[in-house]
């Protein structure tokens, strides 16, 4: 609480990652209400190193004699050194790093290969009810991970129009714009805008959602609004899932800015790319985000706060029918991104009982539906709100300008992509079921 120590999640083994019913690792009672752990651990984030007094591993692990999976799971807290009376760090407890893991990114961070052997762990929370415990965290660290998505792409984005009004390379075609240089800057050309208008278009956006969830987030935990925390849970896995996917994305695409010069370690771009790649895989890969969504997270509470969504979205434009710098360029590309993302939730509906492959195969694309049409949301309230300051006579003219041009490439040019999603979502399991596994 004092931000002293850092901490740990102790979750994965080497057999077990995403189901972690095949745990291991063992807690054993002991008389005076604390537990003996042993196991293994792998993959642990920041699991060792000399930056705090202490490290308090949050660590899951099985009571011998409880449920056989996941509901045999309890949570502990086992520090480094085990905490004396006066709340100084004190004897080293049976936790120690058994390797460092070898990484594509992220080399800030020490991950690390846990070992327990007989390490005294202290329950938290009820016995066997581990998982609802660790979802605390997972939940909110879900949501730092989607901002690490958005984070990364904005660093590479910064750096790649940096270089785009530096590097200069070939003409305008419509013009020269840089008569006493050898060539015009590289920001000059269609594609390069393009490329930089995706990244633009996808960060801004992207902030508006982190924002507004952060906000829903205050409203559940500050007056208890459950209809924020509905709605925060359903959009959990879009925003670890979309913002991460396309994070990624939009690093690889600044990295395209720079041309071979990307490539080359020395500008750093590479390190973007290669950082913003683990978002997309821990605090639950993109693909169990994506089950998540659609297998548990859309029915949830009766279905009650997708319904809440898309009511959202319909009053929105409802109310701003009669906004006509709103309408066509907003409103118009927003309803239809709705509604194929009505479409899709039907199909599940319709299709995903009889046969749940018919849902699972179309769940990825799910995710990412519903992320364009949030980020398509964002993207009109935002037009509103800088139109509104322009007609007010706002001194800002041209950072509300850029929002609303910057908004209609998005409504234009990104969230089109959902009628694509609906299109694969509504071909169901065969295409992707059909090979028998022993013909890939
Ligand atoms: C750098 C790094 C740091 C990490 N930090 C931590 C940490 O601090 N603490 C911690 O506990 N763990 C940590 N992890 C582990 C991480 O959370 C897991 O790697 C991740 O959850 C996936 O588990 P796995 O690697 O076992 O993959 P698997 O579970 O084997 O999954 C492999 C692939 O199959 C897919 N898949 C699995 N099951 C299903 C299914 N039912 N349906 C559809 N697809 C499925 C997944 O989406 C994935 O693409 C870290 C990992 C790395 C690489």
Known sequence: VSCEWTGTMN????????????????????????????GQKIFISAGEHEMSSNIIH???????????????????????FIVN???????????????????????????????????TGYLLGDEHKGMRAMFTMMNEARIGVGM???????????????????????????????????????????????????????IEGARAFIMWSSVMIDQAHRSGDKDADGLVSLLTPVIKGF??????????????????HGYIEEWGMSQFTRDARI???????????????????????GGKHVMAFFDLVKNFIKENADNEALAKDFLEPLKAA?????????????????NPNNALSGSYDFMHLFGHVCLGLMWA???????????????????????????RFYMARRLPATALHLARINTGADTVMSLDAANF
């Open 381 to 407: 309230q935002m037009a509103k709100a800088a139109q509104k300051a322009l007609d007010a006579g706002t001194e800002d003219k041209e950072f509300y300008e850029t929002k609303i041009t910057t908004g």
């Open 58 to 80: 949050l660590v899951l692990a099985k009571i011998p004699g409880g449920p056989d999976g996941i509901k045999g799971v309890s949570l502990f807290i086992v520090p480094k």
């Open 148 to 202: 690490q998505g958005l984070t990364q792409a904005e660093a590479a984005y910064q750096n790649a129009v940096i270089y785009a009004k530096d590097r200069l390379q070939g003409r305008d075609v419509t013009g020269v714009k840089n008569p006493d240089g050898p060539a015009d800057p590289l920001i000059v050309h269609p594609d390069i805008r393009r490329n930089l208008m995706d990244q633009k278009s996808f």
């Open 85 to 119: 009376e006066d709340g100084t760090p004190g004897a080293r407890n049976g936790v120690s790093c058994g390797a460092l893991e070898e990484k594509m990114g992220i080399h800030g961070n020490s991950t690390c290969v846990m070992n327990y052997d007989e390490a």
């Open 279 to 301: 978002a997309m895989i821990y605090e639950g890969a993109n693909g169990v985000q994506a089950l998540d969504l659609v297998g548990r997270k859309l029915a949830q509470d």
């Open 11 to 38: 979750l994965t083994e080497p057999h077990c990652g995403t189901d972690l019913g095949l745990m291991r690792t063992k807690a054993v009672p002991q008389d005076d209400g604390s537990y003996k752990l042993s």
């Open 338 to 354: 709705s509604k194929d993302l009505q479409a899709a939730g039907m199909y599940f509906m319709q299709n995903g009982m009889k």
């Open 243 to 260: 913002l991460t996917d396309e994070g990624y994305d939009m690093t690889v695409q600044a990295q395209q800015v720079y041309g071979g």
